[in-house]
């Protein structure tokens, strides 16, 4: 079981990114604990699923994350979190607190993970994801994760390729998920791990 602490709020200076990338996403073979080597090169690959769809820049000052829901889908809500927990667990909350003028910081590179506790157990569609990172474009491979006990975690999406600094990114799971407990781990990363937000949707 891993242990979370409370979700609060904080403050950072917002950078905007001009640039857009594309990215690649596919199944894991199947779950691992951020603290362990990740999957051997070579293995099997299982067919591209649905594409991440980029929702543009988030603006300077731009904080709460609701529009980005909208733009994800009419349907969507966001899922909030009750507690969090991470690589540097400190200011782990800062990932899934609405807010998009707060960072969470893993203070180094992959593997890094940051997860969130929703409280009881939630269907889940997708996220949103909002990276913050130097260079401001970032090539990197992302392990997003449920469990419904904090100790079995089930793949739901990889995301691979590059995604630009304090743009927004939704990504669709190609099936729902119930998930008490949602973990992205960051397996390669060419700067420090760190998002401005991750937010749980549920679109249905």
Known sequence: MIKFARIGCGAFLIVAA???FGCRHHRDPQPYWPEQAP????GAVAPQTTATRDL???????????????LAGATCHRVPGVQATGSEA??????????????????GYAPKFVAV????????????????STPPVNGGKHVIESSNDGVTWKVAYVVEGQMATMRAYSVPFASPVSAHYLRVTTEKSESWVAWRDIVPLDCR
């Open 90 to 107: 400190a200011t782990s909350a800062n990932a899934f607190d609405g807010s998009a003028c707060t960072a969470w910081n893993s203070g």
């Open 56 to 70: 543009g820049p988030v603006a300077e000052g731009a904080c709460d994350v609701a529009p980005l829901v909208s």
């Open 18 to 20: 001009s640039a857009v």
């Open 39 to 42: 999957p051997p090169p070579g």
């Open 117 to 132: 506790d929703l409280g009881a157990s939630q269907t889940l569609t997708g996220v949103i994801l909002v990276p913050e």
